[in-house]
């Protein structure tokens, strides 16, 4: 293939590279205090409200984190699984989507 491109632009020099992964954003600062949070705590199943009222966040900064919460490959989940915590996005009339710590 580069000879190909070398033949169509001579004057061309070929330079090697590589290619560096695609760095993961970084943990904001409510969701290290989510995973402190859940590092502490023992096993079980912890609501939405419980994880609100402990971190003291407005419940929009939730919904807003929880977009992370489902997603598997993200920083927040495998620090979450690191530690051996699921998510679990119940949805319906009077369900509650809980973190839980096994």
């Not at 169509?8 to 695609?22: D, F, N, R, V, Y």
């Not at 699984?81 to 973190?99: F, M, P, W």
Request: with cysteine.
């Amino acid at each position: 293939m580069t000879a190909s491109i070398q033949q169509e632009m001579p004057s061309s020099k070929l330079i090697e590279w590589h290619a560096t992964p695609q760095i993961d954003k970084q943990l904001g600062p409510t969701e290290r205090d989510l995973v402190s949070l859940l590092r502490i705590c023992g096993p079980g199943t912890y609501s939405k409200t419980q994880v609100i009222v402990q971190l003291s966040i407005a419940r929009r900064t939730f919904e807003r984190m929880s977009a992370n919460l489902r997603k598997p490959n993200v920083m927040l989940m495998r620090e979450l699984a690191a530690i051996g915590v699921e998510y679990d996005c119940k949805t319906g009339r009077g369900k509650e989507a809980c973190l839980i710590k096994y």
